[in-house]
């Protein structure tokens, strides 16, 4: 048995006591007494609840493995504190058959570290043309559906796409940029790219494309969420979806929440991406969102890249950063939620878009738990990932995962699988 001492729990009591863990299920919550083969984990001062839920990351398999593979990326996750992750579809070839899908699920039941959830291609190849195998996909138990790195631009498409998840009950999930709004541009258009000289890519290249796609919600009463949003104007969009019924949900990344366009002035190619780093009035609205719930939950879009990659000008920079093993502690130094928020943008809510029961601890719960220490401070500079294309080295985060459990076994420890 596994016992986590002394934490203060998530749950219905939302108290200070321990939580026993045996054949993969909490069994106790309480005053629990440790038996001399039970394992004990000190959770004095962290916060114990259900393990979080990244509905948006890039694990580069197949075909791009000296990134990340599905191993290496699992293990991240578990240092971040996450038990379930869901895999985006942009590999080399694209998730866009059933086959593909089960080649992801089976890699991630291999790792053994977090569930790996695999999601499937709207249209066959990410080419916008055509739709993918989308009953293929679903049987092979696929439930989220994407083109991320590129927008369905023809809106014709994404309507028969929409029509036909709807009747599936699956969610399309839309990497919102305009392509022809956004051109080739390399940081957010606004004074600081104006003063560097460089191609800026518009907020309103987001915005728009979410306006377009809920006047297709309101006709396929398709589930329908925004990926990384990143602009003021695109959250006054979502809340008004949302104040109508629509089945509307979002997520937004930690790196947008912590930082803006004015990390760009560094030239550092790890603060480019897509989208890119906003005004401070955007990361308010963001940050304002997450808090009302407007905005469901947090997703890292962990994005690997190596260092030769990135070691170039920054317009030839490749977009992303990686995120999973900082995200608790950049959210809690950013926006320091109080506990019951944090669990349930974390875990709570994206658990509930795959439909998984990541609720409050309870007797009878699954095994999948986090213990974080939201005082607990540290500044990145190592990763467990292939690559370290991190905005947050050097940077002093306030909070740290210090041990997760996936499926009743320990997946982390802080001190024995990171120092």
Known sequence: MIILQGGTVFGAD??????????????????????????????????????????????????QEWKEDIASGSRSAAAGGFTTVVAMPNTEPAVDSGQMARYVHDRGIEAGVVRVVPSGTISLGRAGKKLSHIDDLWAA???????????????????????????????????????????????HEGAISSRLGMIGLPSMAETIIVERDIRLVELTGCRYHVQHVSARATIDVIRRAKAAGL?????????????????VESMNPVAKMYPPLRSDEDVAALREGLADGTIDCVATD????????????????????????????????????PMEDFFDRMAVRPGQLLGLDTGPLAVGSRADLTVFDPALTWTPETFVSKSANSPWIGHELTGRVRSTIFDGQVSFQLGEDAP
Request: include cysteine; aromatic fraction near 4%.
């Open 14 to 63: 939302q108290g200070v006591a321990d939580v026993a863990v045996e054949n993969g299920r909490v069994v106790e919550i309480g005053a629990v007494s440790a038996g001399p083969d039970d394992r004990v984990i000190d959770c004095t001062n962290a916060w114990v609840g259900p393990g979080l839920v990244d509905v948006h990351v890039h694990l580069r398999e197949p075909g």
């Open 141 to 187: 138990g696929v439930r989220i559906f994407t083109d991320d790195g590129d927008s369905v631009a023809d809106a014709g498409l994404l309507r028969r796409a929409m029509e036909y998840i709807a009747e599936l009950g699956g969610i399309v999930a839309q990497h919102a940029e305009d392509p022809g709004l956004a051109g080739h541009g390399h940081m």
């Open 247 to 263: 089945p509307v949900t979002a997520e937004v990344a930690p790196h947008h929440l912590a930082f803006t366009d004015r990390l």
């Open 302 to 337: 962990h994005a690997p890249h190596s260092a030769h990659e990135k070691d170039v000008p920054f317009e030839e920079a490749p977009r992303g950063v990686i995120g999973l093993e900082t995200a608790a502690g950049a959210i809690n130094t950013s926006c320091a939620l």
